[in-house]
């Protein structure tokens, strides 16, 4: 029923007008809304994990003022993870109308390297089966 509510409202496809030339060429800018589905259901999935169980490295990069998430549900489901290493970053140099997309050529180019830099970092203090990563380069 609720499938079919949202079709009736909301009709078959979601489309956008791309913020640019980039998002217009790699993104998918129209689908039908039944792929909306398949992210409801993974979000649903994502909710009822239980994350005490989840014990490996957790890099976690949010925007403060992010429009499509709940910034208080990600900082709540973060404290919940039991990994020995995570780390969280409020990142908010981004200038993507959603506060939501933090690095990338197509919404946020100014970002990208500090991005990069702070996945760098974490990746190399992190160690993953008793290994060390190798040395970049």
Same mark, same amino acid.
């Given at each position: 029923? !609720? ?51 989840? #014990? ?32 969280? =970053?409020?990142?908010? !140099? ?6 939501? =997309?933090?690095? !990338?050529?197509?919404?946020? +180019? ?17 160690? #993953?089966?008793?290994?060390? +990563?190798? +040395?970049?380069?």
């Amino acid at each position: 029923l !609720g499938r079919r509510l949202i079709e009736i409202f909301m009709g078959n496809w979601r489309q956008f007008t791309p913020a640019g030339p980039a998002q217009e060429r790699f993104w998918t800018v129209r689908y039908p809304m039944k792929a909306l589905y398949t992210m409801l259901e993974l979000v649903r999935i994502a909710n009822a994990t239980d994350l005490r169980r989840l #014990v490996l490295p957790v890099l976690m990069l949010y925007n403060e003022k992010d429009r499509v998430i709940s910034v208080a549900k990600l900082k709540k489901k973060f404290g919940a993870m039991a990994s020995a290493r995570k780390r969280l =970053v409020a990142f908010n !140099g981004n200038r993507d109308p959603g506060r939501h =997309v933090l690095a !990338g050529d197509a919404l946020s +180019p100014e970002t990208t390297s500090q991005v990069i830099a702070i996945i760098e970092a974490f990746l190399a203090k992190t160690t #993953v089966a008793g290994r060390k +990563p190798p +040395p970049a380069g």
